[in-house]
């Protein structure tokens, strides 16, 4: 008896799983199939009155401008830019610009702004290789000025070791010949 038990308790577990199975499988093969969209042009049935059963003048689609000429319960009197006047119904007409206009005028401002963007990084990668020389010009200026010191300041101790020894030279020369003067001053006298 616990068999058969046991088999009817594993049967129970397969077939509540097979529907799991079926939805995970399901799942998949929805997100494995091509991504589609309902395209946003709408068109409308301009007419001759306002109603469906009065003929149709012309077929007009989201982006058209028109113009409202009189209003008659759910219905527009439309007129067409240097074109008839028909009547369509109220709710496809709206003071707001349709995206069918908006987005090419969108993706013009877009590649426009990409463009100047791709324009400005030339420039800035130009602007930083020359703030990266003028940076190593300034380092070697730096350089540079610090060797300058360092010579002014060796050749100011090479000009007062010699003015040293030009005074050293005539205090021997100075204490020397006074007495190389007497000597011959005291030959001479005799």
């Known amino acids: 008896m616990s068999r058969a038990k046991s088999a009817k308790k594993v049967s129970m577990r397969s077939l ?3 529907p799991a199975l079926l939805i995970a499988t399901a799942a998949m093969a929805a997100g ?8 946003d042009e709408i068109r409308v ?14 077929v ?16 527009l009197q439309v ?14 007409v709206t003071t707001d610009t349709p995206p069918s206009i908006t987005l090419p005028q969108v993706q013009d401002r ?5 463009a100047r963007v791709r324009e400005l990084e030339k420039k800035l990668a130009t ?13 070697h200026n730096e350089g540079l000025e610090a060797r300058n010191a360092d010579l002014a300041f060796s050749s100011g101790w090479k000009d007062m070791a010699a003015g040293a020894s030009i005074i050293l030279v005539g205090l021997v020369i100075g204490l020397l010949l006074p007495r190389s003067s007497e000597r011959v001053g005291r ?4």
């Open 187 to 190: 030959k001479i006298k005799l």
């Open 127 to 139: 602007q930083t290789g020359a703030v990266a020389e003028l940076e190593e010009l300034r380092a």
């Open 45 to 58: 049935n301009m007419r001759a009155g306002p109603g469906l059963q009065f003929r149709i003048l012309r």
């Open 60 to 75: 007009l689609t989201s982006g058209d401008l028109v113009q409202t000429v009189a209003e008659r319960d759910d219905w």
């Open 110 to 114: 877009l590649t426009h702004a990409e």
């Open 79 to 92: 007129r067409l830019p240097g074109g008839p006047s028909g009547w369509i119904e109220a709710g496809y």
């Open 16 to 18: 509540a799983i097979i």
């Open 32 to 39: 494995a199939q091509e991504r589609a969209y309902i395209r």
